[in-house]
């Protein structure tokens, strides 16, 4: 179909990883131009130059950052729509690339908030999230290779003992040398690897440490509260961004998903699981922190007080509610902290 240029149109595209498939809609919502384009920077260029200073409409997806920034450095308004909240192209019984695309248009023409858009990073908030998310991965890496060569063992009638994932390897070679060198070497190459992970993750973490310290020290405010340490505060500097575009400081729960869904219609209320939106690792990092302050070395504190006072109330899920409850706590205080510059006062367990 011929392509004409309008400052008028709106171009949807389905992101893909090789492909993406690009609908745009005149002033009038008439398609004027349907293709599938190739996934390259070149490729993004001609559109650009068939739709000047268009609104360009995409879902999130892993190259949504990237392609966002670059089409508003050729002049470009971008959304980027919350899948989670596109129900309208999800529950299509006649779902494809193209008519995914034709929707985004359609849906941003009729009223942008209809695609619910999200803002991206920058790209230096991206790269430095780089050394944390590798960290991450190779920490997960770890677990499974331990895994692994723990039950392996186990069939064998060896039991080892659980000692810090990071001492793992030490002490099976340790355990295994005097009783069951065979066995040792076997499982040596195993214990090499864990070697190379530790040694890489530990460099991580003080390329993690230093970045902190040199280019964020706002996270110097956040890590006087407990639970809190380099790796959270660094990424949750990162993933909030300015944190001034929350207009109340509680929203932020509702951004990490840490507050209930809610199915409300005429008297039934129904009490449902918290959302799980946002920030994934962000969330896990939170509940993780939550879990410390609840657990038996968290400082007897008021935040702690009212955890197990919410976790005594009793009933289904009672323990996992008050972790989620000072999960979201924990973003509520880091995000004052951080929008005012100022240090974390621990209140003491009223007496």
């Given at each position: 179909?011929?392509?004409?240029?309008?400052?008028?149109?709106?171009?949807?595209?389905?992101?893909?990883?090789?492909?993406?498939?690009?609908?745009?809609?005149?002033?009038?919502?008439?398609?004027?131009?349907?293709?599938?384009?190739?996934?390259?920077?070149?490729?993004?260029?001609?559109?650009?130059?068939?739709?000047?200073?268009?609104?360009?409409?995409?879902?999130?997806?892993?190259?949504?950052?990237?392609?966002?920034?670059?089409?508003?450095?050729?002049?470009?308004?971008?959304?980027?729509?919350?899948?989670?909240?596109?129900?309208?192209?999800?529950?299509?019984?006649h779902k494809c690339d193209r008519r995914d695309a034709e929707m985004l248009a359609r849906l941003a023409r009729a009223d942008e908030k209809l695609v619910h858009p999200i803002t991206h990073g920058t790209e230096r908030a991206?790269?430095?999230?780089?050394?944390?998310?590798?960290?991450?991965?190779?920490?997960?890496?770890?677990?499974?290779?331990?895994?692994?060569?723990?039950?392996?063992?186990?069939?064998?009638?060896?039991?080892?003992?659980?000692?810090?994932?990071?001492?793992?390897a030490r002490h099976a070679r340790r355990e295994l040398e005097t009783d069951f060198p065979g066995t040792l070497a076997l499982i040596d190459p195993s214990l090499a690897v864990l070697d190379a992970m530790t040694a890489q993750?530990?460099?991580?973490?003080?390329?993690?440490?230093?970045?902190?310290?040199?280019?964020?020290?706002?996270?110097?405010?956040?890590?006087?509260?407990?639970?809190?340490?380099?790796?959270?505060?660094?990424?949750?500097?990162?993933?909030?961004?300015?944190?001034?575009?929350?207009?109340?400081?509680?929203?932020?729960?509702?951004y990490l998903g840490l507050v209930p869904k809610r199915d409300q219609s005429g008297d039934t209320d129904k009490q449902l699981r918290i959302s799980k939106a946002g920030n994934a690792y962000l969330r896990r990092l939170l509940?993780?922190?939550?879990?410390?302050?609840?657990?038996?070395?968290?400082?007897?504190?008021?935040?702690?007080?009212?955890?197990?006072?919410?976790?005594?109330?009793?009933?289904?899920?009672?323990?996992?509610?008050?972790?989620?409850?000072?999960?979201?706590?924990?973003?509520?205080?880091?995000?004052?902290?951080?929008?005012?510059?100022?240090?974390?006062?621990?209140?003491?367990?009223?007496?």
């Amino acid at each position: 179909m011929k392509t004409k240029s309008s400052s008028t149109t709106t171009p949807g595209i389905d992101l893909g990883d090789r492909k993406r498939a690009v609908c745009a809609l005149d002033a009038c919502g008439e398609i004027i131009a349907e293709q599938s384009i190739p996934n390259t920077r070149e490729s993004l260029t001609k559109l650009s130059a068939s739709h000047p200073q268009a609104l360009v409409v995409m879902e999130v997806e892993m190259n949504s950052p990237w392609v966002s920034r670059f089409l508003e450095g050729l002049d470009h308004r971008v959304l980027v729509a919350n899948p989670r909240k596109l129900s309208a192209i999800y529950s299509n019984d006649h779902k494809c690339d193209r008519r995914d695309a034709e929707m985004l248009a359609r849906l941003a023409r009729a009223d942008e908030k209809l695609v619910h858009p999200i803002t991206h990073g920058t790209e230096r908030a991206q790269r430095d999230l780089l050394q944390i998310k590798l960290r991450d991965n190779l920490v997960r890496q770890r677990v499974d290779v331990i895994s692994a060569g723990r039950f392996t063992l186990k069939s064998m009638g060896i039991r080892l003992r659980s000692p810090k994932t990071s001492c793992f390897a030490r002490h099976a070679r340790r355990e295994l040398e005097t009783d069951f060198p065979g066995t040792l070497a076997l499982i040596d190459p195993s214990l090499a690897v864990l070697d190379a992970m530790t040694a890489q993750i530990r460099e991580l973490e003080r390329a993690i440490e230093k970045l902190a310290m040199e280019s964020y020290p706002q996270c110097a405010h956040l890590q006087g509260i407990t639970g809190v340490g380099t790796i959270t505060s660094l990424t949750f500097v990162l993933t909030i961004g300015d944190p001034k575009r929350f207009s109340r400081s509680r929203d932020v729960g509702a951004y990490l998903g840490l507050v209930p869904k809610r199915d409300q219609s005429g008297d039934t209320d129904k009490q449902l699981r918290i959302s799980k939106a946002g920030n994934a690792y962000l969330r896990r990092l939170l509940v993780s922190a939550a879990r410390y302050v609840l657990g038996p070395f968290g400082p007897d504190c008021e935040l702690k007080r009212h955890g197990m006072r919410l976790a005594e109330r009793g009933g289904k899920r009672a323990k996992k509610k008050a972790v989620v409850a000072i999960a979201r706590k924990l973003a509520v205080i880091m995000l004052a902290l951080l929008r005012d510059g100022a240090d974390y006062r621990e209140e003491p367990a009223a007496a």
